[in-house]
Nanobody, 125 residues
């Protein structure tokens, strides 16, 4: 089973930036679409961004467009989420996830096969 480990979360003030990283085990990282999701207290898990296997295409939730950038380095088995202009409503546990399907990328959590434990992002006002 693929294991994913997130890092880079923390406490920042509104308007500041943070970069999250997610490193996967194994040597088949490039086979997976990689997504970022988040879950705030009392809310359901929601899609943030996804990047396709080679990094050719990216897609973002409306809440992330213009502020967040997803990228990947397949040689390092790592996917990143650069978060700029953070807002208090961005406060959540952020999860990376891997989709091993041979199909198009997805914004639905049920399409993902492997999940990390999450990293806490807290944005103060």
């Amino acid at each position: 089973q693929v294991q994913l480990v997130e890092s880079g979360g923390g406490l920042v003030q509104a308007g500041e930036s943070l970069r999250l990283s997610c490193t996967a085990s194994g040597r088949t990282f490039s086979n997976y679409h990689m997504g970022w999701f988040r879950q705030a207290p009392g809310k359901a898990r929601e899609f943030v961004a996804v990047i396709t296997r080679t990094g050719r295409n990216t897609f973002y939730a409306d809440s992330a467009k213009g502020r967040f950038t997803i990228s990947r380095d397949n040689a390092k088995n790592t996917v990143y989420l650069q978060m700029n202009s953070l807002r208090p409503e961005d406060t959540a546990v952020y999860y990376c996830a891997a989709d091993r399907r041979y199909s198009g990328s997805s914004s639905y959590d049920y399409d993902y096969d492997y999940w990390g434990q999450g990293t806490q992002v807290t944005v103060s006002s």
